[in-house]
């Protein structure tokens, strides 16, 4: 085979493995948001569990649960509530992992590590661990998705301390102002975050 006619075959072949190699990405992107193949035009970011709370009344019964998860763009809390007063309850991350009945106090205050006050409303809030009030239904039960504000660089080391962390839900709504905490009455639930 003369050389030249080889050169064009070659020069032919190139752009086949780069193809190939720009393909694969493309492919695993379209997947990585764990749906069945489809292709989306805003992807959602694919959310991994980092930490699971068993929530609990100050009578020993069941409140619900509670998920930290972590995406690319940091961390949100999702909980399913239950056995709860209907209505507007206002609803937490505290500073200590302990939650102990009835008062629950144990659970310090509001996740703070960044010196703010109380309140998305409040010009010198709002706290790390404010979240947007919980609503329950007539049969007791409600959910919430909340994300996080802050980098990786504080949430996190906040998030999991050595003291831990819990998610508490009041009796009352939280006004998202008054400090340090919104005006939101007793403690009905108490959950401390496990790590996984
Ligand atoms: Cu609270
Ligand atoms: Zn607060």
Redesign the pocket.
């Known amino acids: 085979m003369p050389s030249s006619l080889l050169f064009r075959r070659l020069r032919a072949l190139r752009p086949l493995p780069i193809l190939a190699g720009l393909a694969l990405p493309l492919t695993l992107a379209a997947c990585g948001d764990g749906s069945m193949g489809g292709m989306h035009s805003t992807p959602t970011p694919k959310a991994q569990v980092v930490a699971n709370a068993t929530l609990m009344l100050a009578s020993g019964a069941s409140a619900g649960t509670a998920e930290l998860l972590q995406g690319p763009d940091g961390f949100r809390v999702h909980v399913d509530a239950k056995g709860l007063p209907p209505g507007v309850h206002g609803i ?1 991350l505290h500073t200590v992992g302990k939650c102990e009945a009835p008062g629950f106090t144990t659970a310090g ?4 590590p960044d010196g ?4 998305a409303e409040n010009p010198a ?3 790390l ?2 979240l947007t009030n919980l609503t329950v239904g007539a049969d007791g039960t409600g959910a919430l998705d909340f994300s996080l504000r802050g980098g990786a660089d504080m949430t996190g080391p906040a998030l999991f301390d050595a003291d831990g962390t819990a998610l508490v839900i009041h009796a009352a709504p ?1 006004d998202y102002k008054t ?4 005006n939101s009455g007793a403690r009905l639930a108490c959950g401390v975050f496990v790590r996984q």
Request: aromatic fraction near 0%.
């Open positions: 937490h205050g509001h996740l703070n703010h006050q109380h309140g809030g709002s706290h661990g404010d939280d400090d340090p905490s919104g």
